[in-house]
């Protein structure tokens, strides 16, 4: 007997096993009206009369819907109600600028755009483009109630569930194809691995357009653990949060981790959640200080993974083990300092020039309408990072630098080659070359080594200049004006020569 995987499955099981207990508290500050606290009945209802909806728009299976939002229980509910039934939720970066969004609409070909009302300065841009554009929480715009949706009619594991773009190596951003068995093997393995259960309360501070939420909207709501939105992140908010909800677990870039931490000097009495919570980390491997910290003033556990959008992302997790309980805590943050072994069913390897390789039933089917770009990424079969490292004694892969042009900060990958097109459009600017330095709470800032043609312009000015085209995390963060960029005798960028003074003392190549 064969039987698709499919994301519905995980509601499926919600649903049937826990109807009555609560799935999801909504945020309650928000500005389209919140959906308070959801049962997982209510949930099924609400995906139900979401795809209902999309019938009656005559969006087929296999189209694509596009959500511009924060994190909300209507997202959430979205990768049912959309994916769930066939069709294929494009989760969109809010804080992209307006002509970036607007090529992710167009280039992944939505059919339909839902829009968070902090967003609504891209409606004008998007009017033409699409056939349906809603504003979410107005006019009944994401629910059809009381119609029973069509069933899709093949189930098929090998669909494509979500498309979710990622900046890279270029100045596009390319669209992540993930297929139901992608989204559903990631979420399994994901889950196993943090050890989830109907007792945990799982606090959406990770962006749930990040990588589908790394799979924690699929893993969680499988095993019936309550889902507590987070819409925008604040350290102390996110300590009230977890003391008023009793919250177990959450996933987080370092930046979230440092807001929590910064929070905890100002709290009150203990730190909540002392002893009961996990916090899961990527995006950039934090300093060793800052893991001691979570684990002593925090009190929590704290656990790295590693991957990428295009692994969905799980590849390897680093979790505290039996053989550490011995070890002091220092000992124990530096071990956890490391990307993390293999997860399971995942094979890792590194190539003759450094770049860390994987295969998993986790890695994408393909780039969106990139054939070149999906051949060379999985070339001889192997998942190429773009991350150069090492395993280690242990087994344990090490992050040490990048091989493409990616800076990671916040979380986020920010294109080099997109910050240097955007600053090269300004008048004054003759030559630029875009790096991350280390910096302790971004993880690594964005910085442009900047050459002008003798005009008098400021650094100000073209961090102002880069808002125009690019959303706040990519721009900027500092300038430097430089006589000249090293380069080769064929006349190509040294960019090692230009991050070796800022990185010099540092262990590794990526903070």
Not at 210 to 239: S, Y
Not at 442 to 459: F, H, K, Q, R, S
Not at 486 to 508: C, D, I, V
Request: net charge negative.
């Amino acid at each position: 007997m064969f039987y698709p995987l499919t994301v519905r499955d995980f509601l499926d099981r919600g649903v049937h096993v826990y109807p009555d207990r609560i799935a999801v508290v909504d945020e309650p500050d928000q500005p389209a009206p919140s959906l308070g606290e959801l049962s997982y009945r209510r949930m099924d209802e609400l995906a139900a009369a979401q795809a209902a909806k999309l019938d009656a728009l005559d969006v087929p299976t296999g189209g694509r819907v596009a959500f511009v939002s924060h994190n909300s229980a209507r997202l959430l509910t979205s990768f049912y109600g959309v994916a769930g039934y066939g069709r294929v939720l494009v989760p969109v970066n809010f804080r992209l600028s307006v002509p970036e969004i607007r090529y992710i609409v167009e280039h992944s070909g939505s059919d339909v755009v839902y829009v968070d009302p902090e967003r609504t300065d891209v409606l004008d841009a998007l009017a033409g483009t699409v056939r349906h554009l809603f504003v979410l929480g107005e006019d009944d715009d994401l629910y059809l109630p009381g119609s029973q949706p069509r069933p899709w009619a093949d189930p098929d594991e090998g669909a494509t569930a979500t498309i979710n773009y990622t900046s890279g190596t270029t100045a596009r951003p390319k669209g992540v194809q993930l297929t139901h068995r992608n989204n559903w093997l990631n979420a399994a393995v994901f889950g196993l691995h943090t050890t989830i259960s109907d007792r945990d309360v799982y606090l959406h501070t990770l962006p749930m357009f990040h990588a589908n939420g790394w799979g924690m909207p699929f893993a969680m709501t499988g095993v019936g653990a309550q889902h507590v939105v987070l819409r925008k992140v604040d350290g102390t908010e996110i300590l009230r949060r977890i003391e008023r909800h009793g919250v177990t677990a959450m996933c987080a870039a370092p930046a979230v981790i440092s807001a929590a931490l910064d929070g905890a000097q100002n709290w009150d009495g203990e730190t909540p959640g002392r002893d009961r919570v996990r916090i899961i980390a990527a995006g950039a491997p934090p300093p060793t200080r800052i893991i001691e910290r979570v684990l002593d003033e925090l009190g929590w556990e704290f656990i790295q993974i590693y991957g990428l959008t295009e692994t969905s992302p799980l590849l390897t997790i680093n979790r505290t083990r039996a053989e550490w309980d011995d070890l002091d805590t220092h000992e124990r943050a530096k071990n956890l300092g490391r990307a993390g072994a293999p997860a399971l069913g995942v094979r890792m390897s590194v190539d003759a020039d450094g770049e860390i390789l994987a295969q998993s039933n986790h890695n994408l089917e393909a780039y969106w309408e990139q054939p070149d770009e999906t051949a060379a990424v999985q070339q001889g079969n192997w998942f190429h990072t773009g991350d150069g490292g090492y395993l280690d004694d242990d087994g344990y892969v090490v992050i040490s630098d990048r091989k493409k042009d990616v800076i990671i900060s916040g979380g986020e990958n920010v294109s080099s080659i997109e910050v240097e097109d955007a600053l090269m459009s300004h008048d004054a600017v003759k030559e630029v070359a875009v790096i991350g330095i280390p910096d302790d709470k971004w993880g690594e800032l964005v910085t442009g080594l900047v050459v002008t043609d003798g005009a008098d312009v400021t650094a100000d000015q073209l961090i102002a200049h880069c808002r125009t085209n690019l959303a706040g995390y990519k721009c900027p963060k500092r300038i430097e004006f430089v006589d000249e960029l090293p380069r080769t005798a064929t006349g190509k960028l040294q960019k090692f020569k230009l991050r070796e003074p800022f990185w010099t003392g540092q262990a590794r190549g990526v903070n």
